[in-house]
């Protein structure tokens, strides 16, 4: 789950699993799998990076469950 900024302000937080696209028109619109479109402040670069840091922290959980 990423956490981002609407347009009007308020928070929200996704699951980045669902994002199928991302365009800045200028705003940022979101484009999720089931076709929902969300309006965000957060830039392209902005939020890839935040999925990929959301996808480093759950690869660090699954590779440390499989040390023992």
Do not use: F, H
Not at 27 to 54: C, M, P, Q
């Amino acid at each position: 789950m990423i956490e981002l900024m609407k347009t009007n302000g308020s928070k929200i937080v996704i699951n980045a699993d669902l994002i199928e696209e991302i365009k800045e028109t200028p705003d940022t619109v979101i484009t999720l799998t089931n076709g929902k479109k969300l309006l965000v402040k957060d830039s392209a670069d902005e939020i890839v990076e935040k999925v990929i840091e959301y996808r480093q922290k759950i690869m660090m959980g699954i590779s440390r469950t499989g040390e023992m």
